[in-house]
Each structure stands twice: as structure tokens, then as C-alpha cells.
């Protein structure tokens, strides 16, 4: 009975995933316009139609309902779609269901809408009424909710105010110390530079989300504040991560020149990829900064790879070729590949980090790409992870952005709605506010629509351009996140708990009770249970190595 699991071991130690490309989808009909359903189409969904899907649906929950409900996840991956809010959710649903499965669109699901915890997650800052995304990644992986633009640090702490006691007090351990002291392995993935907010949030402590290098850090708070990328290298979680894979490579002085118009350059001389790779000297460890190398590193321990000056590419415009910059896919499988080969688990957090990015410029179609690519990563981490992995999908706060009417079933949802011929045209997506004012307005044009251009006829950039701007209804040169709830999708150990509307820091405290770390582990009655079993596997493996190795030796 112990030759099975001897074998996985010993497979396990001497054999690790390799990596494999993922092959990226393209999409031919990525500009196409999408035509409305038929009637044809729609006549075949009748009574009879309606109540086989919700007879179906009904028979899943129930047998979902009668499932035995696991207690302990040995790994967490925690997702986070960076500003996608519910309409963004809902969107990317109907552009992915229309252009990827030839679906009208608004009766596709993604994968993690199958995921069988559902909640809603409130997202305001200690002092804002609609946050920033330090201030909620600092609630979603240390458990408590903190100012506006803070990083790792709780109230107490105000960038105006530069107390080096006030500093030490406030500062807030997270999931990734807590894992790292039960002896998981760590990691962060993300498509913007790693210095931002978000995975910033996973390692650091410091009173501004922009102190991303020393020349963003004010003077008089130098003395006791390293910047965000020094905090990465030289202190723990930040050190001490597996995995470490994204853009910004600027940031940690890899190049001395400005590529990002004034985007944080260090003025310290440091070169801390460098501090990085000499740190791991005696370690199987590569640095990367391009998809050729990510390829071919092989087997490593710990793995930093840096794509971009700033944040990686958009996916529609990134380069696909040797010298050129991996998807947000991509890193996950190699990423997984390293963490996966823990047996007390690991923690892992992933960003869809651009899809704020693109809402922030009101370049709607860029947004749903990027989102439907972290769809593409989470149905991978799905494939790639087992039973005890609890897998959290959710976003730091949503956006401006909302879904007009009145478009027919299966209208593209980059397109226009009209209820009837005489109606005037209004784009399906349009933002509260946003740079897109400036481009839809013309006061000088005469016509049914007023000032506003015609985007049946006036607006050839529509269905060709990726970085069309929608229209906005309120001119600013950025556009504004969202103050509305997210949605929270979790499937895994303890993904039960997730129910309700909750507050953002729960998300912290519900992976510390169902890993088994930090502070909520004592409240878990099943973690001693799983502690035991993973150290009786841990002892049985390294008696299972020892043998073969005396085998091998002896002949």
C-alpha cells in the first residue's frame, strides 16, 4: 500500500514540471462586429427551454448542497482581477461568450462563475468612501482595512506625518508571513509592475503606495522607511518568496535610464536584481526577463522574472515572440510549477493588474481582453491545483463603468443599443467619467445626437482601434475606480464561509483559519488534524529518499 505514494515522492523530488507554453488564443473576430441574435434563435428558447435550465441548475446546487465540505486548504491561491467590478464581470462574460464561443454572449459563464461560494465584498478605505487598491490589497492579505494609498500599515500611520514609533506600531504581518512561518512556500504574480500596489501589498510596509523606489521617498522619512522595491529584496515575506513574476523592472534599478516619463528612477545606484541573484547564490535560482529565458531555465527553486521597464504589456499588444514579454497565463503555469512542489503547500497571490489600467483610460475592448485573459489564468490554476487548494477569485474595487440599454440579445457588446430606428445611438459601455468626454464630444457638429459624435457613422475607430476610448459623461484625464461592492468567488477548502456581504479584511482571516496559519489557525479544529498527516508524509518521503539513495549508492 506505501509503494504509491513512496513513488510520488521520489518522483516528486527528482522530477519537476518542465515548463510548457501555453498556447494563446487568438481571435480572428477580435474587431469584427457582433450582429444581434436572430429570432430564429431566440423562438427556440420557449417554456420548455427555461425550465430545463433551471431544473438542471437546481439539480447541481442540490447535489452540490450534499457534498462533505472540506475544512483545510494545504495551498491558497488568491486572484485578484484589479478593478473588476460587477459590470466588468458581467461584460467580460458576454465579450468572451460572443467572440471566443460564437455565444450571444449574455448566457456564457466563466469559470469561476461556477465556482460554488458567491459573496459580495464591501471595499471602502478607513477614510475613503471609494479606495485605492493599496488600501484594499492591504485589507485582503493582512485582515485589516487602512487609509487610502497606505501599503502594509494600518491607520496609525499618514504619509504627512513622519514618526519612525508611530511607523514600527502600525505596521500589519499578512498571509505570506503567516505562510512562510508554517514552512509554505510563497509567491506573487501580477501583470503590473511588482512594486505596485497590489503586490506590494503582500510584502511591505510604507505610508504611500507611490514610494515605490528611494527618489519617490520623501526626506525627512528616509531614515526609518525603505522604498517598496528594497523592502521586496532585502526584508521578509518579500525575500523569502519562491516566485516573484511581473514588470517594473525600472523600479529596482535593473536599468539607470527613464523609460516610464518620470516613473520612478533610483538615484542609489542599486541595482537590486543584482543584490537579488547574489543573495541566491547557492540556490537553484534564475533571474528572467523575457519569454526565451523563461523557457528554457529548467528546474529552479526560486524564480524572479521582470518583462518590462514598467508594467507588462497589454495582452493585445504584447510581444509574443523570444525577446518579448509572457502572458499573464504563462507565468502562472511556471509559477505553480515551482510552488507546486512544497509538500506543506504554498500561497500564492496572482493580479490581472491591467484591467484597471484600461478602465482608468476608458479603453473598454483593452479591459475585457485583460480580463478574459485572467479568466484564461484561473481556469489554469483550476487544471492545475486538486482538491485542497482553496482558490479565491475577487477585486480590490471596481469602476466608473456601467451597461447601457437597450442593446438586443446578443448585441456586441462594444456596439451601441437601439430599442427602435428613431432611438439616437448610445454605446453599451460608457463610464461615469473618464478621458473619453474629450473624444466623443464635438460642439461644433450639428446633428440628432447634439455635440456627441455618431458612433454609427462618425466613429471608424470603433472596430479597429484596441485603444478606443468610450464615451465618458464627465471629463477627467483619469477615470475613477468604483465605490460599489465586488463579487468574492471561491471554491476549495472552507470556500463555504464564503457567503454574505462582507466586509474586504474578512478575506485575510478566512485564509488563516482554512490554511492552518496566522492568527485565526487555533480557531480551525481540523488543523491538527491535517498538521499530523502532512508531517507522518513529510517524515515518509525523506525515508523513502534516504533508501534510494543508499540503494544507488551500494551499486
Known amino acids: 500500500m506505501a509503494t504509491?505514494?513512496?513513488?510520488?515522492?521520489?518522483?516528486?523530488?527528482?522530477?519537476?514540471?518542465?515548463?510548457?507554453?501555453?498556447?494563446?488564443?487568438?481571435?480572428?473576430?477580435?474587431?469584427?462586429?457582433?450582429?444581434?441574435?436572430?429570432?430564429?434563435?431566440?423562438?427556440?428558447?420557449?417554456?420548455?427551454?427555461?425550465?430545463?435550465?433551471?431544473?438542471?441548475?437546481?439539480?447541481?446546487?442540490?447535489?452540490?448542497?450534499?457534498?462533505?465540505?472540506?475544512?483545510?486548504a494545504k495551498n491558497v491561491v488568491i486572484m485578484i482581477g484589479d478593478g473588476m467590478g460587477i459590470p466588468t464581470v458581467t461584460a467580460t462574460r458576454i465579450y468572451k461568450g460572443q467572440r471566443n464561443y460564437g455565444k450571444s454572449g449574455e448566457d456564457?459563464?466563466?469559470?469561476?462563475?461556477?465556482?460554488p461560494s458567491v459573496a459580495l465584498v464591501k471595499t471602502y478605505n478607513v477614510d475613503m468612501q471609494v479606495?485605492?487598491?493599496?488600501?484594499?490589497?492591504?485589507?485582503?492579505?493582512?485582515?485589516v482595512k487602512t487609509r487610502y494609498e497606505a501599503v502594509?500599515?494600518?491607520?496609525?500611520?499618514?504619509?504627512?506625518?513622519?514618526?519612525?514609533?508611530?511607523?514600527?506600531?502600525?505596521?500589519?504581518?499578512?498571509?505570506?508571513?503567516?505562510?512562510?512561518?508554517?514552512?509554505?512556500?510563497?509567491?506573487?504574480?501580477?501583470?503590473?509592475?511588482?512594486?505596485?500596489?497590489?503586490?506590494?501589498?503582500?510584502?511591505?510596509?510604507?505610508?504611500?503606495?507611490?514610494?515605490e523606489c528611494d527618489s519617490e521617498v520623501p526626506q525627512n522619512f528616509k531614515p526609518f522607511v525603505k522604498d517598496i522595491a528594497r523592502q521586496l529584496v532585502e526584508d521578509a515575506p518579500g525575500k523569502n518568496f519562491k516566485v516573484i513574476l511581473g514588470g517594473g523592472y525600472q523600479q529596482l534599478g535593473y536599468i539607470t535610464q527613464d523609460l516610464s516619463d518620470g516613473e520612478c528612477v533610483r538615484t542609489d545606484g542599486l541595482n537590486l536584481t543584482e543584490s537579488w541573484i547574489a543573495k541566491h547564490e547557492n540556490l537553484s535560482?534564475?533571474?528572467?526577463?523575457?519569454?526565451?529565458?523563461?523557457?528554457?531555465?529548467?528546474?529552479?527553486?526560486?524564480?524572479?522574472?521582470?518583462?518590462?521597464?514598467?508594467?507588462?504589456?497589454?495582452?493585445?499588444?504584447?510581444?509574443?515572440g523570444p525577446k518579448g514579454t509572457p502572458s499573464l497565463t504563462e507565468m502562472t503555469l511556471k509559477g505553480l510549477n515551482i510552488l507546486k512542489k512544497n509538500p506543506n503547500g504554498f500561497v500564492l497571490m496572482i493580479e490581472g493588474g491591467r484591467i484597471d489600467h484600461a478602465h482608468h483610460d476608458n479603453?473598454?475592448?483593452?479591459?475585457?481582453?485583460?480580463?478574459?485573459?485572467?479568466?484564461?489564468?484561473?481556469?489554469?490554476?483550476?487544471?492545475?491545483?486538486?482538491?485542497?487548494?482553496?482558490?479565491?477569485?475577487?477585486?480590490?474595487?471596481?469602476h466608473s463603468m456601467t451597461i447601457n440599454?437597450?442593446?438586443?440579445?446578443?448585441?456586441?457588446?462594444?456596439?451601441?443599443?437601439?430599442?427602435?430606428?428613431?432611438?439616437?445611438?448610445?454605446?453599451?459601455?460608457?463610464?461615469?467619467?473618464?478621458?473619453?468626454?474629450?473624444?466623443h464630444y464635438s460642439p461644433n457638429v450639428s446633428s440628432i445626437l447634439g455635440p456627441w459624435i455618431d458612433v454609427r457613422t462618425d466613429d471608424i475607430n470603433r472596430l479597429n482601434n484596441p485603444e478606443y476610448q468610450h464615451l465618458a459623461t464627465f471629463e477627467v484625464d483619469d477615470e475613477t475606480h468604483g465605490g460599489e461592492d465586488v463579487g468574492i468567488f471561491a471554491t476549495g477548502p472552507s470556500s463555504h464561509l464564503i457567503r454574505g456581504v462582507m466586509e474586504q479584511?474578512?478575506?485575510?482571516?478566512?485564509?488563516?483559519?482554512?490554511?492552518?496559519?496566522?492568527?485565526?489557525?487555533?480557531?480551525?479544529?481540523?488543523?491538527?488534524?491535517?498538521?499530523?498527516?502532512?508531517?507522518?508524509?513529510?517524515?515518509?518521503?525523506?525515508?523513502?529518499?534516504i533508501l534510494l539513495i543508499l540503494v544507488i549508492v551500494s551499486h
Open 152 to 211: 502594509g500599515v494600518d491607520v496609525q500611520a499618514h504619509k504627512e506625518v513622519p514618526d519612525s514609533e508611530i511607523f514600527e506600531k502600525s505596521k500589519i504581518e499578512g498571509i505570506m508571513t503567516w505562510a512562510q512561518n508554517a514552512n509554505k512556500d510563497t509567491g506573487i504574480i501580477t501583470t503590473t509592475r511588482i512594486t505596485h500596489a497590489t503586490p506590494a501589498s503582500t510584502y511591505a510596509h510604507c505610508h504611500h503606495r507611490d514610494w
Open 505 to 545: 479584511n474578512y478575506v485575510a482571516h478566512l485564509i488563516s483559519y482554512a490554511a492552518c496559519i496566522g492568527p485565526r489557525a487555533t480557531a480551525n479544529p481540523y488543523c491538527d488534524n491535517f498538521k499530523s498527516s502532512a508531517a507522518n508524509y513529510s517524515s515518509f518521503c525523506s525515508l523513502g529518499i
Open 108 to 115: 456564457h459563464k466563466l469559470v469561476y462563475e461556477n465556482f
Open 131 to 143: 479606495p485605492d487598491s493599496a488600501g484594499t490589497a492591504t485589507a485582503l492579505f493582512s485582515g
Open 285 to 320: 535560482a534564475a533571474f528572467v526577463s523575457n519569454n526565451e529565458q523563461l523557457a528554457n531555465i529548467g528546474d529552479v527553486d526560486y524564480l524572479l522574472g521582470l518583462f518590462y521597464h514598467d508594467h507588462v504589456p497589454y495582452d493585445l499588444f504584447r510581444d509574443e
Open 363 to 398: 479603453y473598454a475592448r483593452l479591459a475585457l481582453a485583460e480580463s478574459a485573459e485572467f479568466e484564461k489564468t484561473i481556469s489554469l490554476v483550476v487544471e492545475e491545483t486538486d482538491s485542497d487548494t482553496l482558490i479565491i477569485v475577487t477585486a480590490d474595487h471596481s
Open 4 to 72: 504509491v505514494p513512496l513513488v510520488l515522492c521520489l518522483l516528486s523530488y527528482f522530477f519537476s514540471p518542465s515548463f510548457a507554453a501555453v498556447i494563446v488564443q487568438t481571435n480572428k473576430n477580435l474587431f469584427e462586429n457582433i450582429e444581434p441574435t436572430p429570432d430564429a434563435q431566440l423562438l427556440k428558447e420557449d417554456q420548455s427551454f427555461w425550465y430545463g435550465v433551471a431544473g438542471d441548475y437546481l439539480e447541481e446546487m442540490i447535489k452540490l448542497d450534499q457534498q462533505p465540505k472540506k475544512h483545510v
Open 405 to 439: 440599454g437597450y442593446g438586443q440579445r446578443g448585441n456586441d457588446i462594444l456596439g451601441y443599443g437601439l430599442e427602435t430606428e428613431d432611438d439616437k445611438p448610445a454605446l453599451t459601455l460608457s463610464y461615469a467619467n473618464g478621458p473619453g468626454f474629450a473624444y
